[in-house]
């Protein structure tokens, strides 16, 4: 993944892993025997900020979001292809029309406090989360203003609850099990006090919360009356088992001091390291790497309103200059492969169309920069050095174009004034990230749309628009492979973006660390992760 750590001083670094070594010492000295079954174990994994609040898609951000879905759990929730099966539901049931949605709960489910689950705590936590005060993530998703309008959620009996919405939407029960809006948790009314204020989350995962120690750290416990599915790990979904008693949550802001705490055995688990701390990790033989494909996009965005760029000719002169393939690999240090879709590459619906992309042709390049009369006249393009592949993408993007005759001048400036910049629309060219999004409708609404209204929008294209507008509502998944084939067809034509590459996520381990597994939206998940003995 794009790193997000800044770097840092090697002396701090040093200093830094003192202390964890010193605040540490206790969870790493385990009894064999405790070792062996997982009782009294601590697994110590790096954050790089603290959580922001224990309010599951309230106060939040991705640090918060990945220590939070190991405690709630909602009606549904990701597979690991990103499609949606039932977590908290045994069954979902849909109306002919769409507007009705029939979820059966799971028997045997219980909350952290031991209550048992029922459909009047599902009705209590959709409340809650349709507030217009209540700050949750995803609430303009649910009340008119997004994708649809939550209508009523009721309970004609304790195991089912019914959800009638104003109109249809195909994500409809993706937008329920996003990671970012808390996979909208159900939580039992004792998450809040009599006055209403938030106090802690009583969810129903396998681990509960055990203490949050602000700006050090956060401990979950094992939560031993959990019910799990009957089937195998499956994303967020599927059957999950607390092999490891304690997940303790460490606050560690400096990259350089958490690769020195994973070194000296002061942190189990190191969150997205550089890839160039990946390839030094691994000439380690103490240091197991696991490294996934994730939907973080990076792309170059081409201004369509530029008086210079608004020619299509000389923004596809730009990409046939580009070789993408060798761009990825050197930016990502051969861990993310090229593609020039929007589509994600780890999407059920990236195929044959989306895998056709530019190729590079200096002579097509130049042609076309001759036929729209272009004279070497700067392009500008925006970059940032806190995102370190973003910066080296654009000097290989300037490089690479200087052999068509494009002349790239780079923009190095802070990410919050470039971003600033990417809100207005004030760019000629920018290299830019993207963050996962798990449907190939969101990922093409983040990018298309009317510039006017929208100045952060890429493509402003009337076709493209009519195609999103129906993804989004279709529910036939061989007709939405239609239109995202479709769209990938005509931004290959107008290019008002190139595509570069998905990111790569890794997380360094120890070696003791057994079982873990990186998925494509980059939410690491410490269930059915197991600490062995040396040797073992």
């Not at 808390?182 to 009583?202: C, F, I, M, N, T």
């Not at 596809?316 to 580009?322: C, T």
Request: aromatic share 8%; with cysteine.
């Amino acid at each position: 993944m794009i790193p997000t750590q800044p770097p840092s001083h090697p002396s701090r670094a040093l200093r830094a892993a003192a202390l964890l070594a010193l605040g540490l010492a206790a969870a790493t000295a385990l009894p064999a025997q405790a070792q062996a079954v997982g009782a009294g174990q601590t697994l110590r994994i790096q954050i790089n900020s603290d959580i922001r609040s224990t309010d599951p898609g309230g106060n939040r951000d991705d640090n918060t979001d990945n220590v939070l879905l190991h405690v709630g759990e909602g009606l549904v929730a990701l597979r690991e292809d990103t499609s949606v099966s039932p977590m908290l539901a045994s069954k979902v049931d849909t109306s002919a029309d769409g507007l009705a949605y029939t979820f059966t709960l799971r028997e045997g489910v219980k909350f952290h406090n031991g209550a048992p689950l029922t459909a009047e705590d599902v009705v209590w936590s959709w409340q809650r989360y349709l507030k217009p005060t209540s700050g949750w993530r995803c609430l303009s998703e649910f009340d008119g203003k997004g994708m649809t309008r939550v209508l009523s959620v009721e309970a004609p009996n304790p195991k089912t609850v019914v959800f009638k919405l104003e109109r249809a939407s195909a994500l409809f029960l993706t937008m329920m099990a996003r990671p970012d809006c808390g996979g909208a948790a159900v939580l039992h009314r004792s998450s809040v006090g009599p006055d209403g204020q938030w106090k802690e989350p009583v969810g129903t995962g396998p681990y509960r919360l055990k203490e949050w120690k602000r700006g050090q750290y956060v401990e979950l416990t094992r939560f031993d009356g959990y019910a799990a599915r009957n089937e195998p790990r499956d994303g967020l979904a599927g059957g999950k088992k607390a092999e490891i008693e304690n997940l303790r949550f460490v606050v560690i802001p400096d990259s350089a001091a958490a690769k020195a705490a994973l070194y000296s055995n002061g942190i189990d688990a190191f969150i997205s390291p550089s890839p160039a701390d990946v390839v030094e990790m691994r000439g380690r033989s103490d240091v197991l790497l696991d490294t996934t494909p994730v939907m973080t996009m990076v792309a170059l965005l081409l201004q369509t309103s530029d008086p210079l760029l608004k020619d299509v000719r000389i923004r596809r002169a730009l990409a046939l200059a580009l070789d993408t393939g060798e761009l990825a690999k050197s930016v990502t240090e051969g861990l993310s492969p090229v593609n020039n879709s929007v589509v994600p590459s780890t999407s059920p619906y990236y195929g044959a169309a989306q895998r056709g992309g530019f190729k590079r042709d200096l002579t097509a390049a130049k042609k076309l920069l001759a036929e729209a009369g272009y004279r070497g006249q700067p392009i500008r393009m925006v970059a940032n050095k806190r995102y370190e592949a973003l910066y080296s993408a654009a000097v290989l993007v300037q490089a690479m174009a200087s052999e068509a005759g494009i002349n790239v001048e780079l923009e190095v400036m802070d990410w919050a004034t470039q971003l600033d910049r990417y809100n207005k629309g004030q760019y000629q060219s920018m290299a830019f990230v993207y963050s996962a999004r798990i449907d190939p409708a969101l990922n093409y609404e983040m990018v298309s749309g009317d510039k006017a209204a929208q100045p952060r929008k890429v493509w402003d294209s009337p076709y493209a628009q009519s195609r999103l507008a129906e993804a989004m509502v279709s529910r036939d998944k061989a007709r939405r492979q239609v239109l995202f084939d479709e769209l990938h067809q005509q931004m290959l034509q107008d290019v008002p973006m190139v595509v570069l590459f998905n990111a790569s996520d890794t997380t360094a381990m120890r070696k003791n660390v057994v079982g873990f597994k990186g998925w494509a939206p980059a939410k690491p998940r410490f269930w059915n992760v197991r600490l062995v003995a040396a040797g073992g």
